[in-house]
């Protein structure tokens, strides 16, 4: 993955002396992704895969993540007034693509929502079609947990959507002693459901009474009166603790709440119901609605993230605890859509995942299109040094060894506590995770956020490279890396350039056009197999220009999402220094009357198929052109 030993041998200065070394150096530019593995961090993101941001030096927690249209990040949660623990409000922030605040959003990229006297804090977050942010939450007296749902909606802007609620916010309330949403979805007629937890009786010393609790909402905040009893309902298992953790809208508009739920042991398991659209329970999943799962006699399971196959499977992750409390490891279970668990996953429709740590916890469970399960999660009780947990399922359950080492990915971001609260698939595959950071005092703790390499079952783009026939010795690529420093084009064939795009399975359609730079596409792609080949004309020979694919199909579907490739251009600098000067002109003279080759074809500057005096020339003439 890495090349810091070589890159510290042949330093970049050294390598443009000789052509050899050039060689070396622009293979060692494009290593980088080309020997990128699944789970590695993301370079192109933050610092090295990694970002932080603090809201005033105070104690700032990200609990979701939701991914824009164009690509950018908003990350939701709670920060502390002052860090004095005297209040919480609603947090968010939004990144761009790279990781970078973006300062159209809020104040600097940030927005902070107070609710005066209580402690608020958002646990679920959706993007809706239109672009406005909904997310759902809790507020409550300091140091209780008897609040209220709390759920607000922004605009694309970051400032409250007033046709919402009451100015942006919309509270529930449940009989009893309160509530909290720790989910959110948003069905396809607009309408709104927030799922979580209410306190019918709580107390301190575990006796407490909660059930499952759901509310639909109209598109403007209402309560949808067609739902439940007043838009309300509550499912209670046994009497005791009850609380849905994840909510999911099935395709025929029946509703999946997913939790934990404690049982006449006193301890808890796996649950799950399944609603009809009104809201009544469906008697035809699991027993008369109801689901629960035990990873083990007198341990302590529990459910925080679910997601829906295809096929209307259902996954769910957490965590499982041993009786003794010795052993805590992220635990999944994966159920028909009857409600029964599936044996075709790991033999009994459960599996743990064990990173070596005493108390490890899943909160995000994702699925690939190619039916891969991806977990996320951190040691959620190691109180020096936590870390980012991920690991990746293939179908049946097992590890998957493609996937980090051994299929499973630890991300140490310092001795501290970094914890992973929420994530988010992307649409190229790419794994964003977020949760906080402490800072090195300890002190306080900042917003962060993780991207990680994810290519398998993707349509992703895997390599480009410039390509020139020369003559009878035959075609050579210059490649082009994907990320970082674009890779350099000495050759000049009259502004007439191919490129050739390698995927990571069959394309059969997608269009591509001049984004940056002079220059225009001619024709149509080419497609064969996993390539895609488009020609360039009216290429001017100093520039750096770019490339945007668009809507790049494989022969199963999958869309690349937009994706953009440049290259420098610079007629003549075969020692790729980005400068044309006399050692490019030393270069091409030493190879003239030697055969094109693999290892000199740079010298063949008008790209001919003979290095000869015209390639001297060539370079002669643009002595001095360079680029930034």
């Given amino acids: 993955m890495r090349f810091t030993k070589w890159s510290g041998i042949f330093s970049f200065r050294s390598c443009f002396r000789r052509q050899l070394a050039a060689l070396i150096c622009a293979f060692l530019a494009s290593a980088s992704f080309a020997l990128a593995a699944d789970g590695d961090l993301d370079p192109t993101f933050g610092n090295g895969g990694f970002v932080t941001t603090d809201f005033n030096r105070s104690t700032d927690l990200a609990f979701a993540v939701a991914r824009q249209a164009d690509g950018k990040l908003v990350l939701a949660g709670t920060s502390y007034t002052n860090n004095d623990f005297s209040g919480e409000d609603f947090a968010l922030l939004r990144y761009n693509v790279d990781g970078s605040l973006d300062p159209t959003f809020g104040v600097n990229g940030k ?12 646990s679920s977050i959706v993007i809706q079609p239109d672009g406005k942010i909904l997310v759902a939450g809790g507020a409550f007296p300091l140091f209780t947990f008897l609040g209220d749902f709390e759920l607000a909606r922004y605009n694309p802007n970051g400032s409250l959507d007033a046709t919402f609620g009451s100015g942006g916010i919309v509270t529930t309330s449940f009989p009893g002693q309160g509530g909290y949403a720790f989910a959110l979805a948003l069905q396809p007629d607009g309408k709104i459901i927030a799922a979580g937890t209410d306190f019918l009786a709580f107390s301190n010393d575990d006796s407490s009474n909660t059930d499952f609790g759901l509310v ?69 999943f699991g027993n008369a609605g109801e689901v629960r799962t035990d990873f083990g006699a007198r341990s302590f399971d529990r459910a925080r993230s679910a997601a829906l196959q295809p ?17 805590q490891n992220f635990a999944v279970a994966r159920y028909r859509a009857d409600g029964t668990l599936d044996s075709s996953f790991d033999g009994d429709g459960t599996t743990e995942i064990d990173f070596g740590s005493c108390c490890q916890s899943a909160y995000s469970v994702l699925l690939q299109p190619d039916g891969r399960i991806i977990t996320v999660g951190y040691p959620s009780s190691e109180s020096s040094d936590g870390d980012f947990l991920l690991a990746r399922l293939t179908t049946n359950g097992a590890l998957d060894a493609t996937f980090g080492i051994g299929g499973k990915v630890r991300t140490s971001m310092g001795d501290l506590n970094d914890g992973a609260n929420g994530a988010l698939l992307q649409p190229d595959g790419k794994i964003v995770a977020v949760g906080f950071h402490p800072t090195a005092s300890n002190k306080f703790s900042e917003f962060s956020a993780a991207r990680y390499l994810n290519g398998s079952g993707f349509l992703s783009i895997t390599s480009a490279v410039s390509r020139k026939t020369h003559g009878g010795a035959g075609a050579f690529d210059i490649s082009l890396p994907l990320f970082g420093e674009p890779g350099l084009e000495n050759r000049s064939t009259g502004g007439s350039h191919t490129l050739v795009f390698t995927f990571s399975s069959e394309v059969t359609s997608g269009t591509a056009t001049v984004t940056a730079g002079s220059g225009s596409v001619f024709g149509s792609p080419i497609f064969a197999g996993n390539t895609m080949t488009i020609s360039l004309t009216g290429v001017l020979d100093v520039q750096t220009l770019t490339v945007t694919l668009l809507g790049v199909t494989s022969s199963n579907g999958q869309v690349l999402p937009e994706t953009a490739v440049s290259m420098n251009l610079l007629a003549g600098d075969a020692t790729a220094d980005k400068t ?20 000199n074809f740079r010298a063949d500057v008008n790209a001919s198929g003979a290095i000869n005096r015209s390639d001297v020339r060539l370079t002669q003439t643009n002595l001095g052109h360079s680029l930034p």
């Fill in 311 to 327: 096929d209307g499977k259902i996954v769910t992750a957490g965590f499982a605890i041993s009786q003794n409390g010795g052993v």
């Fill in 580 to 599: 044309v000067n006399r050692p490019d002109v030393s270069l091409t003279r030493a190879q003239v009357g030697l055969p094109v080759t693999s290892a």
């Fill in 216 to 284: 639909r909402y109209n598109p403007d905040g209402s309560a949808d009166l067609t739902f439940g009893s007043d838009g309300q309902i509550t499912t209670d298992f046994d009497g005791f603790n009850d609380d849905a953790f994840a909510i999911l809208i099935q395709p025929d508009g029946k509703i999946v709440a997913v939790g934990s739920a404690k049982n006449p042991r006193n301890f808890y398991d796996f649950a799950a119901a399944r609603y009809l659209a009104n809201g009544s329970i469906d008697p035809t």
């Fill in 111 to 122: 927005v902070r929502t107070d609710f005066p006297g209580l402690a608020a804090q958002i």
